[in-house]
């Protein structure tokens, strides 16, 4: 930055002339005017300066660096050679950055105060619990005192009375004494030392009395103590019993007889126990001891306790039942949906599942544990068996899922869905274009549309919910799954083409779903369009249109010109109204997939129709075999929305996977069942294909025994979307034929991937992708292995290199072409040849190097080659019609007068499908 005067600076920062100037003397700068200038590094010593005026200090932190460097060596086998050595350096470095004096200061405090806290905590806890302890000390030492003084003066009492009545039994003789003699020294010595002997034996009785008093409070205490142990101890086991008892009242294995009895030895086991601690503490015993026992030993007396009980309670069931037999066999009521396997119906009549495998080859049915089976067959191995089989949905699942998310609510209006179909190229996409005034055919590879495409218009009169279908041959699910999921069908035929074989389809889906019929004749506009003709076409398939005294509207359009446009909406407006569609707006949303692919960026996206309810963002979404939570939806202009409600089209994210085309989808609340729907579709798809698969096996096992095996063009198929994929399958599996046939190894949504060209070279398999494309590591595994990888975006092309593919692995027909026949009028004997016929030639040409046949009365007796052929001794390369000639059969001499030798050629002609 330039140098700036400090008039200029002031203004920048906000402040005075007067206040920047003072701040500039104190920060050690030289003194300067109001037009001094201002370089850089003033400006720097200036800001350094405030910083630390205000408690900033954002010094440069001390910074230590180490590293540290270790040096290994590797061996690596190679084949055919000495051990590789490989030299391993590892370089570590860890950086360590002094932390800022203020910091360091606010971390010691903080340190500090947490202990000095802590140590203060600890002091108050302790000085608490000494004042506690010596609370009670205290309490007990005086209340000890009280019963030792007690116990003291009554001993002194005692003591003293039997002192007093030795005293009186002392004086009487010696007062007997006194009135006959002079005392006795000794017998005065006597007495004394017997009054000092009764002191102590007092002083010694009361001490023990004392003693004997402390020891009885104490063992008074310790009685207190056992006997609230023993309480709680015959509570826990007494609770036990009972729980014990209601156990084998519970059991299947027991019968009702049994539980009186159960009881009854269980409540003697329970005396028998306390009777035998009762005994224990009479013998002295201590069950609690000083301090109690602990849990673990409390347990184990506990478990010693029951060992009676369980010892009884089996000896007794044994004693009862030991000697019995069931009196009849246990009959089980067997629930079968459509498909049930083997393992799953052993498991639910209680029998081994080679039991049931014995009864299915008894009624000729070769099966495995694995395999599934059906309703009827599995009614009839239960019927077999002895069981009751009953009948169940399969859905009953999914039913009860979709009862519990029923709409309940009135019903409103909704935009009509309307769904057009066609044969290919007659305009569908563009007649919908000037509708939604788009270009959306402009998109379309090849001009043709090859998934299904869903929009929604406003027009003055409403919203029209338009489903764009495909018109080629192969995509002939996706227009199925249309016609079940609109309202309407909009039949577009061209003027100039007429009623095409993808059109008397369409008539045939609209029929079957029960959806009624709008006929568009497009391409009007032409100078051969010929509505009449298509009128005449339409009726011969029962569509009378209402000029003609029928029930279908016609109306006459152009998608280039926009001729009828407007007659065409008012048309579906019209029968929307008469059909009066409603749905309820509020609660779960209910609808079908239309579509699905993966995005390689964002993760499965799924376009979904919604039929009822509102689908909002946050939603958890049942669609199919996957679920998940709604984490984007956007509108088929790629514009992000919130919500979505009846007929309205929206893609989101959030599966885990891409659904299948045509699967329904809710919104659950219950994560847990929406996992268990989730799970239980899962395995009826794994049954049906594992049946599908096994029938298939046993069909061709028989079929192919004796025939040579049929080629196959192994394929790995990736698409964009799931119904170009279904499509696809379903157009090359109808490829097959005796001879070759076609197998889809794998396919799948997405990018070609390295596992894909992995599998393709495991299984000698071409790659090909529809609208996508083989990512990096694909590709360079691609190149190293030479795998083919061929990429399209006209499904028609895909097949028609496919077909290419499987003609050249058909064996070439082999075609024969009679040239010549000439008969036999002489044999002649030749020393060389051996028999040498005299022919004449009665049709064609004969040929010396071609293959020969001899027929006697037309049939065939040799086959083989001519060794000779000859005209006047001159050797022939090839004889006409009309003339005469001598053969020789190269090995065969038995030619006779009549015979007729045939020359024919063989060629190898390639097969096309």
């Not at 369980?310 to 000697?323: D, M, P, V």
């Not at 299915?360 to 077999?384: C, H, R, Y």
């Not at 002939?476 to 100039?496: E, P, Q, S, Y």
Request: hydrophobic share 40%.
């Amino acid at each position: 930055m330039a140098e700036i005067t400090v008039k200029q600076l002031a203004q920048v920062v906000n402040r005075s002339v007067e206040t920047l100037l003072t701040q500039m003397s104190e920060a050690g700068l030289k003194a300067r005017s109001a037009d001094g200038l201002v370089s850089d590094a003033e400006k720097q010593q200036l800001l350094a300066f405030l910083k630390r005026s205000h408690g900033d200090t954002n010094e440069e932190r001390q910074q230590i660096t180490l590293k540290s460097k270790t040096k290994t060596t590797l061996k690596t086998p190679v084949s055919g050679g000495k051990p590789k050595t490989v030299s391993v350096e590892v370089r570590k470095t860890r950086t360590f950055v002094k932390p800022a004096d203020n910091e360091l200061n606010q971390a010691l405090a903080r340190k500090a105060a947490e202990e000095t806290a802590r140590k203060a905590a600890a002091e108050e806890a302790a000085e608490a619990a000494r004042k506690a302890a010596e609370e009670a000390a205290a309490e007990a030492e005086r209340r000890a005192a009280e019963e030792a003084e007690e116990v003291a003066r009554q001993a002194a009492e005692e003591a003293r009375k039997s002192l007093q009545a030795d005293q009186s039994s002392t004086a009487t003789p010696v007062a007997k004494e006194k009135k006959l003699a002079m005392p006795k020294p000794s017998v005065v010595l006597k007495a004394d030392k017997k009054e000092e002997t009764a002191e102590e034996k007092a002083k010694r009785e009361a001490e023990a009395v004392k003693q004997k008093a402390a020891e009885e409070a104490r063992r008074k205490q310790e009685e207190v103590v056992r006997k609230q142990a023993e309480e709680k101890a015959r509570q826990r086991t007494l609770e036990q019993a009972r729980r014990i008892a209601d156990d084998l009242a519970n059991r299947r294995d027991v019968q009702e007889e049994d539980v009186p009895l159960a009881k009854g030895l269980v409540g003697k086991a329970y005396e028998d126990s306390f009777a035998r601690e009762d005994r224990e503490i009479r013998r002295g015993g201590n069950t609690s001891g000083r301090g109690g026992k602990s849990k673990g030993g409390r347990k184990r007396e506990e478990e010693q306790n029951f060992k009676p009980v369980s010892r009884a309670l089996s000896s007794a069931l044994s004693k009862k039942h030991g000697f019995e037999k069931p009196v009849e066999k246990q009959v089980y009521e067997v629930a079968i949906g459509d498909y049930i396997t083997v393992a799953d119906l052993a498991q639910k009549m209680a029998v081994k599942a080679k039991e049931v495998i014995k009864v299915l080859m008894k009624m000729g049915e070769m099966v495995t544990q694995n395999q599934a089976i059906d309703q009827s067959t599995a009614a009839l191995v239960v019927e077999e068996m002895g069981h009751i089989s009953k009948y169940v949905s399969s859905t009953a699942v999914e039913d009860a899922l979709k009862d519990e998310m029923a709409h309940e609510g009135d019903g409103v209006t909704r935009p009509p869905v309307v769904t057009i179909m066609g044969h290919v190229d007659h305009g569908k996409t563009s007649l919908l274009d000037y509708i939604r005034r788009a270009k959306v055919a402009a998109g379309e590879a090849g001009g043709i549309t090859q998934h299904i495409g869903a929009y929604h218009v406003t027009t003055p009169r409403g919203v029209i919910t338009f489903l764009d279908t495909p018109g080629h041959a192969a995509f002939t699910a996706m227009r199925a799954r249309g016609a079940k999921a609109t309202d309407i069908v909009i039949l577009v035929v061209a003027a100039d083409d007429g009623v095409m074989p993808q059109t008397a389809e369409a008539i045939d889906h609209a029929r079957a779903a029960g959806v009624p019929l709008i006929v568009a004749i497009n391409k009007m506009d032409k100078p051969s369009a010929d509505p009449d003709r298509v009128l005449n076409e339409l009726s011969v398939k029962q569509v009378v249109p209402e000029e003609w005294g029928g029930d279908t509207q016609v109306v006459k359009v152009s998608a280039h010109s926009g001729q009828g446009i407007d007659d065409l909406l008012e048309a579906i407006l019209n029968q929307a109204e008469l059909l009066e569609l409603t749905a309820v707006e509020s609660g779960s949303a209910q609808g079908i997939v239309i579509e699905a692919r993966v995005d390689k960026g964002r993760g499965a996206v799924a376009s979904l129709l919604v039929q009822r309810g509102t689908l909002n963002t946050g939603d958890l979404v049942l669609a199919g075999q996957y679920y998940g939570r709604v984490r984007a939806m956007t509108d088929e202009n790629g514009q992000p929305t919130k919500s979505a409600g009846p007929s309205i089209p929206v893609e989101i994210l959030g599966l885990p996977e891409a659904p299948n085309a045509g699967d329904e989808f809710m919104v659950v609340d219950d994560e847990r069942k929406a996992r268990e729907v989730a799970e239980f579709r899962a395995t009826k798809e794994r049954q049906n294909r594992l049946a599908r698969q096994q029938g298939t096996k046993l069909e061709n096992l028989f079929a192919n025994i004796g025939k040579q095996e049929a080629a196959t063009v192994n394929i790995i198929l990736k698409a964009d979307v799931r119904g170009s994929l279904e499509a696809i399958t379903q157009a090359l599996n109808d490829l097959s034929t005796d001879d070759v046939r076609v197998s889809i190894v794998s396919s799948g949504v997405g990018a070609i991937t390295e596992s894909d060209v992995t599998l393709a070279e495991s299984t000698n398999a071409a790659i090909l992708g529809f609208n996508v494309r083989a990512d990096n590591a694909a590709k360079q595994k691609c190149q190293q292995d030479e795998i083919d990888v061929r990429y399209y975006s006209i499904i028609y092309e895909m097949i028609d290199d496919v077909k290419a593919a499987m003609s050249g692995l058909l064996t070439p027909e082999r075609r024969e072409t009679i040239l010549g026949v000439a008969q036999v009028r002489e044999v002649f004997r030749s020393s060389r040849f051996g028999a040498a016929a005299g022919c004449m030639v009665l049709e064609g040409t004969v040929y010396r190097h071609k293959p020969i046949r001899v027929l006697r009365d037309e049939v065939v007796v040799f086959q083989g080659e001519l060794e000779s052929l000859r005209r006047f001794k001159d050797d022939m390369q090839e004889v006409r019609h009309g003339m005469e000639c001598g053969m020789a059969v190269k090995g065969y001499n038995d030619i006779r007068t009549g015979d007729k030798i045939e020359v024919y050629d063989v060629q190898h002609v390639k097969r096309t499908l």
